[in-house]
């Protein structure tokens, strides 16, 4: 029951970021072809095209989060794909570059990929929250892969403006599953100390800080491989165009097959941040790898940076949605994926220079120096393992003075009323606080009600 629980809360959301990701990369292998096409093209223009998107991305996302935790994350993430679906039309219909530009800007301003992880991270509870993450960055890699292999075939067959109309329809899908398919997030009570300046406070956490630092070195990463890979392989190995997928899919499923173990790892081991060193270790090897002048070794490079890479998102989203409170959670989500974003948008930018002027050698110095200030960065991470939840359920007699009063205790983190699910959450430091102490200092009697759920 559990787990079909945690599928009918997190797959459908998952489907719907996964169907907007199929619909922005879908254009990708052939974007800059068409580009060059439309009147009014140049190579500035282009790039634009192709990663303005990522800007876009960046400046709402922040916006959308912080207005999911005061508006719900439904009637956001519906907006967000109302407009993702008006770009997607604009794009289709687009005579010229600049159409085509504003089209693009518009897709990256339905900003709900923080919105959404910020809603499964509402419905999953903590325990189970990386698996939810692994099932969202599955869904997430094999979307990426089809986009990959159906984007040349459509666009040959179809024409390109073809691809945006698919991308429109997605879109729409999307916005049904969400009002057929997707719960309701929970309501939640929240009465615990002061929550003024609460937006700094996500600003100056340092475990937040890390992890924005985290998504944006790993996405960054991600931009110079897909930069550098098709580039190599086509002007490097005189490997065909049409045959990069043979390359595309096996790294795909590789990287979609290490999730669940990598997730098992975190989850039930408490070895976060063991799988995340793991994966940055694998993308400085996968660099270096690609230094080769063997097209074997470099494919091998290719498929190491893709398990480095899928095994770091399911436990980076939820590593997140850990370090901040409860009613915080959207403007966090949000600030950690705009740095993703961010980290994409110079990761191209960078990238491009240093490889046009200073050679591969140059990005994979920057990546092996950028990875050992990286690991050392997760030395000041607060170890997850040792922040508990306990729930104590509302039909005991638990008054509103005890709750309050919770706050005086040493490791009380937060706490939270889930109305829906009439449990009390208490988010705890185990290192300070034992659950035996919290249960006698609100003097109920649950023992029964622990030994039944256990």
Known sequence: MAKESLIKQSLPLSLILASRFFGLFIVMPVLSLYALS????????????????????????????????????????????????????????????????????????GAVGGVISAMIADLVREENRTKAMALMGGTISLSFTFALILGPILGAHYGIPSLFWVTCILALFGLVILFIAVPNTPKVTYRFTNQSGEYSAILKNKNLQIMNLTNFLQKGFMTLAFLIIPIALVKGFEMPKEDLWQVYIPASLLGFFAMAPAAILAEKKGKFKAVMIVGILLFVLSYLLMLSQSQSVFIFGVLMFFVGFSIHEPIMQSLASRYCKAHQKGSAMGIFTSFGYLGSFFGALLGGHFYTFFSMLSITMFVVIASFLWILSFSLLANPTMQKNLYLPLKVAITNQTLEALGELRGILEWYINESEQVVVVKYDKHLLEEAEILAFVNVRLQGYFKERE
């Open 38 to 109: 439309l009147q009014g093209s140049s190579p500035i223009l282009i790039g634009i095209a192709m990663g303005g998107y990522a800007l876009t991305q960046v400046l709402f996302q922040i916006p959308f989060g912080f207005l999911s935790d005061k508006f719900g994350r439904k009637s956001m993430i519906a907006l967000g794909l109302v407009v993702f679906v008006l770009g997607s039309l604009v794009c289709a219909l687009s005579s010229d570059i600049y159409w085509l530009i504003v089209g693009r800007l518009m897709q990256g301003a």
